[in-house]
C-alpha cells in the first residue's frame, strides 16, 4: 500500500502511515493501527513503573513486602521468590472463553485474579532495594539495571562498578551524577560522554582525560571551560575548585550551563549508525523515530532498546537484548520473537499476544503469570490444533464485539491494553516524566491518579543545617532524617525527606562528593532535564556560515557552504525554542571533531 493519512482516535491529530509501516504490519499479520505513534508511546509508558518501589501488603500473608505495585493496584501481588516457585498453579485460574463478552473485559478479569511477581528481578545479591533488575552485586536503589556491583541510587545502567546517582549509565566504574556516559572511570557530574577519564562536569566529549567544565571536545587532555592547559598547569588550577563543598559544585554547575549553550551540539546523539532518525542511537543501522536505541537493526517508534539486538520491531520500548518482530509491546525482551501487544514477557518467549508475566512461553494468548507453556488461551490449555483454529475466532470476535473504554475510544485486535489497565496509577508512571499532567487533567483524558502516600518519619535534619564541605561530616548523619529541599513542592514525586546509608556515605568520603540537598526522585528528574524528549521536529542547521544564527559561537573553520547559512534540514529533539545551537551533521564535524 502507499502512504496513508489518519486520524488518532486519541488525541484527534492526523499522523501518517508510509508504505514501509504498511509492508511491517502485513508482515505480522496485524491491522494498521488507529493511534498515532505519540500517543501509542505515551500509551506503552502508562505500563512502566522505571523506578518507584513502595510498601504495600501481600496477597498471600498479608505482611508487608516492597513492590513496584502500590496498594493502588487492585490485583493480587505475591512476593517474588514465592511467585516463582512452584507452590501455587497460575494454570488454576484458567477459563473458557466467553463470546458474549468483549475480549478485554474477560483479559482484565484474569488480570485482576492471577497474582503478580512483587518485583522483576533475577540473580539479586545484596540488592533488595532494587526493581526491573538483573545480577545486581551490593547495589541499592537501582532500577533497570543489569550486571553492576557497588552501585546506588540509578537507573538505566549496566555493567558498571562503585557508581551512585547517574542515568544511563554504561560499562563505567567510580562515576557520580551522569546521564548518558558510557566506558569511562571516574567521571562526574557530566552528560553525554564517551570513553573518559577523570572528566569533571563536562558534556559531549569523547575519549578525554582530565578535563573539567568542558563541552563539545574529541581527544583532549588537560582542558579546564574548553581551555587547553599543561598538565602541571591544570593540575595547579584545579586545586583551586573545592569539589567537597556543596556551594562550590553549585557554583561551578551554574558556570558549566552558561557555557554549553554556546558551542554547537550535533543535531542528534550516537555514533556508528546508518540510515537512522531519533536520539541516542548507537551501533544501529535502520532505526527511525526512535530514542535510546543501541546495536538494533530495523527498528521504528521505539523507546530504550539499550541492552540492544532488537531488530525488526516497531513500538517497543524498554529491554531488546536480542529481541525480534516485537510490536506494541514494553518491557520485552532477552532472547523473545514474535511479542505482540505485551508487557512484562521476557526470557525465551516466541509468539505470544496480549500477554502479560509470562517467561519462557511460545503460543499464548491473553495470557497472565504463565511460565514454561504452550498453546494457551486465557490461562486454559489447549492442543496445538485447538489454540490454532480458536485464536483466529477471538480476533474476529474482537472486532465484532470490541471493547470501549470510559472515553468512548474503541479497542478492537490490534490495539494495546486499554489505559484502564494499567496496574499502575499515571503520575507513577514514565508517562508522567515525558507527559507530565495534574490530577484533573490526568482524570479528564482517562488515566488514574493516586495522591501520595503518607509517610510516617520525622525530620531531624534540616537542609540548612547540613554541613556544607564533606570532610565536615561524620557518621552521625546516618542516623537522621534529612528534610529534602523541595519539601514537597515539585512535581518530582518529592519524599519530603531521605537517609543517608553506610555504603552512600563511604562512596561521598571516597570520591570527595557533598551530601545532597534534595531526595532521590528529585535527583532523578534533575538529571533528566539534560534529556531530550522522544519527540522529533524539522529544522534547519543553525550555521550561519562564519558564526551561529544567533552570532554567539564563531566557526573555527570554513564549510562548504561557505559565509552563507548551511541549507541543510533535518530531524531533532532539540525543539525550536531552545536555546541550543544545533549544527548538522556536516558542519558540526567540521567544529568539533
Not at 46 to 60: A, G, M, Q, S, V
Not at 225 to 237: C, I
Not at 266 to 277: A, D, H, L, P
Request: aromatic share 14%; charged share 25%; with cysteine.
Amino acid at each position: 500500500m502507499q502512504e496513508e493519512t489518519k486520524q488518532c482516535q486519541n488525541c484527534k491529530n492526523a499522523f501518517t502511515i508510509d508504505a514501509t509501516d504498511f509492508a511491517f504490519y502485513d508482515k505480522i499479520k496485524v491491522p494498521p493501527p488507529t493511534w498515532c505513534p505519540e500517543c501509542r508511546m505515551r500509551r506503552r509508558f502508562t505500563f512502566y513503573n522505571l523506578n518507584r518501589i513502595f510498601k504495600r501488603r501481600e496477597n498471600l500473608t498479608g505482611g508487608k513486602i516492597l513492590s513496584t505495585f502500590s496498594d493502588f493496584f487492585r490485583g493480587k501481588v505475591y512476593e517474588v521468590s514465592y511467585w516463582w516457585s512452584d507452590n501455587w498453579d497460575p494454570m488454576e485460574y484458567g477459563r473458557e472463553y466467553d463470546f458474549t463478552k468483549p475480549f478485554f473485559a474477560q483479559l482484565e478479569s484474569l488480570m485482576l485474579e492471577v497474582p503478580l511477581p512483587s518485583r522483576s528481578i533475577v540473580n539479586l545479591i545484596d540488592s533488595d532495594y532494587s526493581a526491573n533488575a538483573t545480577g545486581l552485586k551490593n547495589c541499592y536503589m537501582l532500577f533497570n539495571a543489569q550486571r553492576d556491583e557497588n552501585c546506588l541510587y540509578s537507573i538505566s545502567i549496566m555493567d558498571s562498578k562503585e557508581c551512585a546517582d547517574s542515568h544511563l549509565l554504561f560499562s563505567s566504574e567510580l562515576c557520580y551524577d551522569c546521564f548518558m556516559v558510557g566506558d569511562s572511570y571516574k567521571t562526574l557530574y557530566s552528560s553525554n560522554c564517551f570513553n573518559c577519564q577523570e572528566v569533571y562536569f563536562s558534556k559531549d566529549l569523547r575519549n578525554c582525560n582530565r578535563c573539567f567544565g568542558c563541552v563539545g571536545l574529541r581527544n583532549k587532555k588537560f582542558c579546564i571551560f574548553n581551555e587547553q592547559f599543561s598538565q602541571e598547569g591544570y593540575e595547579e588550577k584545579i586545586k583551586e575548585f573545592n569539589l567537597g563543598s556543596f556551594s562550590g559544585v553549585e557554583n561551578i554547575r551554574k558556570k558549566i550551563e552558561e557555557l554549553a549553550p554556546r558551542i554547537p551540539r550535533r543535531f542528534m546523539n550516537g555514533t556508528k549508525n546508518e540510515n537512522v532518525s531519533g536520539d541516542y542511537i548507537n551501533s544501529s543501522k535502520n532505526v527511525k523515530h526512535s530514542f535510546i536505541i543501541a546495536d538494533s537493526e530495523n527498528i521504528k517508534y521505539s523507546y530504550n532498546l539499550a541492552s540492544g539486538g532488537s531488530k525488526d520491531s516497531y513500538d517497543h520500548n524498554s529491554f531488546g537484548n536480542n529481541t525480534e518482530l516485537v510490536y506494541e509491546s514494553s518491557q520485552v525482551g532477552n532472547n523473545s520473537a514474535r511479542i505482540k501487544f505485551c508487557f512484562l514477557c521476557f526470557n525465551n518467549n516466541s509468539d505470544l499476544e496480549y500477554c502479560t508475566n509470562c517467561m519462557s512461553a511460545s503460543n499464548l494468548f491473553a495470557c497472565v503469570g504463565l511460565r514454561n507453556k504452550q498453546h494457551c488461551i486465557l490461562n486454559k490449555q489447549y492442543t496445538k490444533e485447538e489454540y490454532n483454529e480458536l485464536v483466529p475466532k477471538i480476533k474476529k470476535h474482537m472486532d465484532e464485539m470490541p471493547y470501549i473504554d470510559r472515553k468512548g475510544r474503541v479497542y478492537k485486535y490490534g490495539e494495546f491494553f486499554p489505559i484502564e489497565f494499567s496496574p499502575y496509577a499515571y503520575n507513577k508512571t514514565v508517562a508522567q516524566e515525558y507527559y507530565p499532567l495534574d490530577s484533573v487533567t490526568a482524570e479528564k483524558e482517562g488515566y488514574a491518579w493516586s495522591d501520595e502516600e503518607k509517610r510516617d518519619y520525622e525530620i531531624t535534619k534540616r537542609v540548612s543545617d547540613l554541613p556544607d564541605d564533606i570532610h565536615d561530616v561524620d557518621e552521625s548523619i546516618l542516623t537522621e532524617v534529612i528534610e529534602c529541599e523541595h519539601r514537597g513542592t515539585c512535581r518530582e514525586q518529592c519524599t519530603k525527606a531521605f537517609k543517608i546509608v553506610p555504603r552512600e556515605l563511604q562512596f561521598y568520603k571516597q570520591m570527595n562528593i557533598p551530601l545532597p540537598r534534595i531526595c532521590f526522585n528529585c535527583r532523578h528528574a534533575r538529571r533528566l532535564l539534560q534529556r531530550n524528549n522522544p519527540k522529533l521536529y524539522l529544522r534547519q542547521c543553525q550555521c550561519a556560515g562564519e558564526k551561529s544564527h544567533n552570532q554567539i559561537y564563531t566557526n573555527t573553520a570554513t564549510h562548504a557552504h561557505g559565509t552563507t547559512p548551511c541549507p541543510t534540514e533535518f530531524e531533532t529533539s532539540y525543539a525550536p525554542d531552545r536555546q541550543e545551537i544545533v549544527y548538522c551533521e556536516s558542519c558540526y564535524q567540521q567544529e568539533v571533531v
